[in-house]
């Protein structure tokens, strides 16, 4: 019997089953994340000019460079998250590096945070007791769901690059 296709099919390519579920993740989450963070870097920027943010001095520019490096680190995820897909080695080797300036930048943001939550609550008398104790359970909330994330990311990363977890990507 005569097969149905003129051709035998081409090989498939080395790729291991799960970088197509990570990278998926990365991809997506990263990505939504990117859209936020433009939307709301303009939106910032823009209502920084005006009212009583352009009174108060904007954004300062210790803050803009997190911001703009924040942009930049997660567009490099998502490029990181497109190889990964792929199982070829520069996006591991890009979401282990992100990961890891990432968590480092995560760590200088939220003590830059932390401070400033802290003197806005104090300067409020008519905030109710617990409501400042519960925003700080907020910020330090987001922040270890940030650690997981990243931490995890860049775990998996390295273990795949070590070939400790499914073939060394090529």
């Known amino acids: 019997m005569q097969s149905p ?16 579920v990570i990278g998926i993740i990365v991809i997506s989450l990263f990505g939504c994340c990117l859209m936020c963070s433009l939307v709301g870097q303009a939106a910032g920027t823009a209502l920084g000019q005006t009212g009583a943010a352009a009174q108060q001095g904007g954004l300062t520019g210790s803050n803009m460079a997190l911001n703009i490096a924040g942009l930049l680190l997660t567009a490099a995820t998502v490029a990181g998250g497109i190889g990964v897909f792929l199982s070829i080695r520069w996006g591991f080797i890009i979401c282990a590096i992100v990961a890891a300036l990432q968590l480092v930048m995560t760590l200088v943001s939220i003590t830059m945070s932390v401070g400033m939550i802290q003197e806005q609550f104090q300067a409020d008398t008519d905030m109710p007791e617990g409501a400042a104790q519960f925003a700080m359970y907020a910020v330090y909330g987001w922040v270890g769901a940030i650690i997981v994330l990243y931490g995890a990311l860049m775990l998996y990363s390295v273990v795949r690059l070590n070939g400790k977890l499914g073939p060394r990507p090529k």
């Open 5 to 20: 296709y003129p051709r035998e099919r081409p090989p498939m390519p080395d790729r291991y089953g799960p970088d197509k």
